[in-house]
């Protein structure tokens, strides 16, 4: 009896640690950098994936013409001439990848953000890999795509206070695993090949409301509440056998500073999120981040998840490359089941001041005196 209950509360405990993973859409190398913090000091298009509220801050118009960013996991770097060459008839080119989890991410975003508007595109993909059954060799495959547009405003409540709102339209497809063989993932050529094996795809709607303000003191400190997918976003299925798997809402409250001063910037916060989410452990709603802006350069790190989080941006005229290695916890608590993952992204925009002058400061982008 003492062993049948063992074997059931372990895979309730198992079925619960898979379900941890804390999936979020789009996100900001920048953000990664400092360790998931964001909501408190963003100031440019990516207030519209983010926070609308901070539409509001904008002086001038912020133009997103391409943000295209990938990122993977160390396992799929171990593993990489293993994954280019391995032979589905040959079980020794890829008995290395028992146990292991390939992961792989991808984002495209554009976007034109005005004082107090913006309207923005963005599509993410996720796909992992983890190969079981040495008798009968499958990889449990799970694949998403999110694909949206998002229109935001924000409204003045006082001094630097602002309201923010967003209304978001997101085909989903995919969200699920499922169990591939060696031939199909070895002829996928793109996450699309992967794709193709999901049939489940759905249309949502979703709404993000936001609030902050920054107090008249010394390094400008600023305060952010924002709750995005108010309530949930469920999906309407458009092909397939169900509908994909709804947007857990997120309530997120954020504190930030920082000084702007010629040729070197310094911001730094604190952020807690998935606060309505009572199975999400506490350590895994924290991040701690701070960013130095040097000329043509950006130095972050913060604390994302219990795990160091470091990035580097580098930024010349309108091209800026944002790389970062961070952690994600797939398990209940930090320090359980971590994954070491590593992203580069490259952004072309355009920022002009209130007079629609082309805001740049011998090669590091600048916007009336605020940090991209």
Known sequence: ??????????????????????????????????????????????????????????????????????????????????????????????DSLFGKRIAAQAVAKAAVALPYFGLGYFTNYDVSLELHNPAYPQFKTFFLNDSGYVLGGAVPLGPDSYLGMNFKRINRWGGEEKDLGLTTIANGASFSDIGSNFDNKGVGYGLDLAAMTTLPLPLGPTFALVWQDVGGTAFTKTSGTDAPPHIEQNLSVGAGLGFDLPGIDWTAGAELRHLLE?????????????????????????????????????????????AVSYTEELGVYPGQTAENRYAVSLSIDLSFDANFHFTDNNGKKRKLKQRR
Do not use: C, W
């Open 278 to 322: 009572p199975d999400i452990q506490i350590g895994k709603k924290i991040h701690l981040g701070t960013e130095l802006s040097l000329p043509l350069i950006d130095l972050r790190a913060g604390i994302n998840q219990g795990y160091f989080s470091y990035g580097l941006g580098v930024n010349i005229l309108i091209f800026h490359i944002d």
């Open 1 to 94: 009896m003492i062993k049948i209950i063992t074997s059931l509360l372990l895979m309730v405990f198992s079925q619960a640690v898979a379900a941890q993973q804390v999936y979020e859409t789009a996100r900001s190398l920048r953000s990664l950098g400092m360790g998931g913090m964001y909501i408190p000091i963003v100031n440019d298009a990516d207030a519209l994936f983010y926070n609308p509220a901070a539409l509001g801050r904008l002086k001038g118009m912020n133009l997103l013409l391409a943000n295209v960013g990938v990122g993977i996991n160390s396992d799929s770097i171990s593993e990489i001439d293993t994954l280019t060459s391995f032979d589905p008839n040959d079980p020794s080119s890829f």
